[in-house]
């Protein structure tokens, strides 16, 4: 007969999973960290050696979030995905750099040639805008198609990637390109006389439905629009998340003009004039970057409990982080540590150009880079 002992007095106790919250602190430390010293480095207003904000800083910033969308998103890192890290990252980071800066210089010196509305030299930047501003419909449509379509038809047709990602591209250009020809362009083209809506409403508008795309798509795990059929019927998921974007996008838009006129004040209001109605899309970029975030980060917690307080916990947390970023962002980092111009009132800044950079290095670092040299931080469990 043998002596057992008790295993908490001969062995060493277990060791615990690492917290979710510390990975994902430690993701936003770094985050944070490269994106200030390649703002200083790129954009700032008073300590970078080059003279790019906002214009053509914002632009080529756009244009790599694209970028970033079209082979992560739609062809899921094809190609980039035989890579080990930290080589998988660089390749990443040095693909999107030149292609937004390519871009960007085409548009501006090619085209602009051309067209005055694309001219580098046209008043205030608006040159370099007037490309970027495709990009606007392109996060919604893009995103909208792998978030809330997942990839259908084409994964239905038997296709992989990175041929689904390129036929996705492909053919979403088509309603892109008309959303921009109609909605964007004329906002800002130094010929059009009478546009459907001004470029405020139409940045406010659109980007409150690029919010619903990516709340219901990616925070909500595509609810409400998989009650409409899920697998087994996608073609009715595609044709509610579509309709369903646009209704619930303007009434995030709606809802939001009266918020951010709560936010920045009375004073600020009215010195913005028409010009608040712009402002839903600042809102909205800081609650992009936290779903963002929370996704790919935090783990898209809590996960544990049943789908509606999952859900509804995940909205409510992103959203009220989202608020108090906007107003840590105008009331104090745009001026204090981002140096950036008076645009009304006491407020300063553009939340679209740093809040979308901070978008970029999340999914630069922690999607492209998977987070390199804190994976031995990530937990192990996803239940939470």
């Given at each position: 007969?043998?002596?057992?002992?008790?295993?908490?007095?001969?062995?060493?106790?277990?060791?615990?999973?690492?917290?979710?919250?510390?990975f994902?602190?430690?993701?936003?430390?770094?985050?944070?960290?490269?994106?200030?010293?390649?703002?200083?480095?790129?954009?700032?207003?008073?300590?970078?050696?080059?003279?790019?904000?906002?214009?053509?800083?914002?632009?080529?910033?756009?244009?790599?979030?694209?970028f970033?969308?079209?082979?992560?998103?739609?062809?899921?890192?094809?190609?980039?995905?035989?890579?080990?890290?930290?080589?998988?990252?660089?390749?990443?980071?040095?693909?999107?750099?030149?292609?937004a800066?390519?871009?960007?210089?085409?548009?501006?010196?090619?085209?602009?040639?051309?067209?005055?509305?694309?001219?580098?030299?046209?008043?205030?930047?608006?040159?370099?805008?007037?490309?970027?501003?495709?990009?606007?419909?392109?996060?919604?449509?893009?995103?909208?198609?792998?978030?809330?379509?997942?990839?259908?038809?084409?994964?239905?047709?038997?296709?992989?990637?990175?041929?689904?990602g390129?036929?996705?591209?492909?053919?979403?250009?088509?309603?892109?390109?008309?959303?921009?020809?109609?909605?964007?362009?004329?906002?800002?083209?130094?010929?059009a006389?009478?546009?459907?809506?001004?470029?405020?409403?139409?940045?406010?508008?659109?980007?409150?439905?690029?919010?619903?795309?990516?709340?219901?798509?990616?925070?909500?795990?595509?609810?409400?629009?998989?009650?409409?059929?899920?697998?087994?019927?996608?073609?009715?998921?595609?044709?509610?998340?579509?309709?369903?974007?646009?209704?619930?996008?303007?009434?995030?838009?709606?809802?939001?003009?009266?918020?951010v006129?709560?936010?920045?004040g009375?004073?600020?209001?009215?010195?913005?004039?028409?010009?608040?109605?712009?402002?839903?899309?600042?809102?909205?970029?800081?609650?992009?970057?936290?779903?963002?975030?929370?996704?790919?980060?935090?783990?898209?917690?809590?996960?544990?409990?049943g789908d509606?307080r999952?859900?509804?916990?995940?909205a409510?947390?992103?959203?009220?982080?989202?608020v108090?970023?906007?107003?840590?962002?105008?009331r104090?980092?745009?001026?204090?540590?981002?140096?950036?111009?008076?645009v009304?009132?006491?407020?300063r800044g553009?939340?679209?150009?740093?809040?979308?950079?901070?978008?970029?290095?999340?999914?630069?670092?922690?999607?492209?880079?998977?987070?390199?040299?804190?994976?031995?931080?990530?937990?192990?469990?996803?239940?939470?």
């Amino acid at each position: 007969m043998t002596a057992t002992l008790s295993p908490s007095s001969t062995s060493a106790p277990p060791k615990r999973s690492p917290s979710w919250a510390v990975f994902g602190l430690a993701n936003l430390a770094v985050v944070t960290a490269v994106a200030l010293a390649t703002w200083y480095l790129l954009a700032d207003p008073q300590i970078s050696p080059w003279n790019f904000y906002p214009l053509p800083f914002n632009a080529a910033l756009f244009w790599a979030i694209l970028f970033v969308v079209f082979i992560g998103f739609n062809c899921e890192f094809a190609g980039f995905d035989r890579l080990s890290q930290p080589t998988r990252g660089i390749a990443i980071l040095g693909t999107t750099a030149v292609f937004a800066v390519a871009v960007t210089w085409v548009l501006a010196n090619g085209l602009g040639r051309l067209f005055p509305d694309f001219a580098a030299d046209r008043a205030d930047g608006l040159g370099y805008f007037a490309g970027a501003l495709f990009v606007l419909f392109g996060f919604g449509t893009w995103v909208m198609a792998v978030l809330n379509w997942k990839h259908w038809p084409w994964t239905a047709l038997g296709l992989r990637q990175s041929l689904v990602g390129l036929c996705e591209i492909a053919f979403i250009a088509v309603p892109t390109l008309a959303l921009y020809l109609v909605l964007g362009l004329p906002s800002v083209s130094l010929s059009a006389t009478d546009p459907l809506m001004s470029v405020d409403t139409v940045l406010g508008w659109f980007y409150s439905i690029v919010v619903s795309v990516i709340l219901t798509g990616q925070t909500l795990d595509n609810w409400p629009w998989r009650i409409f059929g899920g697998e087994r019927n996608p073609r009715a998921v595609v044709l509610a998340s579509t309709v369903g974007n646009v209704v619930l996008g303007t009434a995030i838009y709606f809802v939001m003009v009266p918020l951010v006129e709560i936010l920045v004040g009375s004073v600020a209001t009215t010195e913005l004039g028409d010009a608040i109605h712009q402002f839903p899309a600042q809102l909205g970029v800081c609650w992009a970057f936290w779903m963002i975030f929370w996704a790919n980060a935090f783990g898209n917690r809590p996960t544990r409990f049943g789908d509606g307080r999952n859900l509804l916990l995940r909205a409510a947390l992103t959203f009220g982080l989202a608020v108090v970023t906007f107003l840590v962002y105008y009331r104090f980092a745009a001026e204090h540590i981002l140096h950036e111009p008076v645009v009304a009132g006491d407020l300063r800044g553009n939340a679209l150009g740093f809040l979308d950079w901070l978008v970029l290095w999340t999914l630069l670092y922690v999607v492209g880079f998977q987070s390199f040299g804190l994976r031995r931080w990530a937990p192990s469990v996803a239940g939470s």
